[in-house]
T-cell receptor
Framework: KNEVEQSPQNLTAQEGEFITINCSYSVGISALHWLQQHPGGGIVSLFMLSSGKKKHGRLIATINIQEKHSSLHITASHPRDSAVYICAVNPTPGGGGADGLTFGKGTHLIIQP | KAGVTQTPRYLIKTRGQQVTLSCSPISGHRSVSWYQQTPGQGLQFLFEYFSETQRNKGNFPGRFSGRQFSNSRSEMNVSTLELGDSALYLC?????????????FGPGTRLLVL
């Protein structure tokens, strides 16, 4: 079983829709990261969370440490938001997870005009 | 500030050869981590270096090694290449590499092993 599970794997939506991507993890963590990867490979860090909620522009990320769950929301989605969104966690030492960042498989998001 | 740079960007090798990839972190960043990305396994952590010392290592065979220099630049080496080593290799840098830090990724080196 993967330590980090994302859903959905693929998501196609119309421009303007509200998007939610979910991430669940099974180990103790010290931080959770949301990353964006465009075709061509470059990865951009969107958020780093250890509790609560963060907002940047049209993007909102939340985390519930007790439930081991995080969500990434995109409001007023736009075709330029089309990318792969990856959830990654920093397992706490001795918390049962691997060393270093542990990644989900990613969510492929396509926003159609 | 210049971002994280990786060289080369693309590389083709044959089985059995070895390869060295280079990563220059953002100025002032002392932690460099390396990751492998394949279609089947996704992103996986290889190792992390801080102040010229390997601080963490992922679950990869000993053919994968790395080092960091006094200027924080890092190299990773893969010896005796196998077809399955074909992947995008990404490095990321951060100030001190704690779990509470944002990581800044380079553009990656795409390695094809024939």
């Amino acid at each position: 079983k993967n330590e980090v599970e994302q859903s959905p794997q693929n998501l196609t939506a119309q421009e303007g829709e509200f998007i939610t991507i979910n991430c669940s993890y099974s180990v103790g963590i010290s931080a959770l990261h949301w990353l964006q990867q465009h075709p061509g490979g470059g990865i951009v860090s969107l958020f780093m969370l250890s509790s609560g909620k963060k907002k940047h522009g049209r993007l909102i990320a939340t985390i519930n440490i007790q439930e081991k769950h995080s969500s990434l929301h995109i409001t007023a989605s736009h075709p330029r938001d089309s990318a792969v969104y990856i959830c990654a966690v920093n397992p706490t030492p001795g918390g049962g997870g691997a060393d270093g960042l542990t990644f989900g498989k990613g969510t492929h998001l396509i926003i159609q005009p | 500030k210049a971002g994280v740079t990786q060289t080369p960007r693309y590389l083709i090798k044959t089985r059995g050869q070895q390869v060295t990839l280079s990563c220059s972190p953002i100025s002032g960043h002392r932690s460099v981590s390396w990751y492998q990305q394949t279609p089947g396994q996704g992103l996986q952590f290889l190792f992390e270096y801080f102040s010229e010392t390997q601080r963490n290592k992922g679950n990869f065979p000993g053919r994968f090694s790395g080092r960091q220099f006094s200027n924080s630049r890092s190299e990773m080496n893969v010896s005796t290449l196998e077809l399955g080593d074909s992947a995008l290799y990404l490095c990321a840098s951060s100030l001190v590499g704690t779990s509470g830090e944002t990581q800044y990724f380079g553009p990656g080196t795409r390695l094809l092993v024939l």
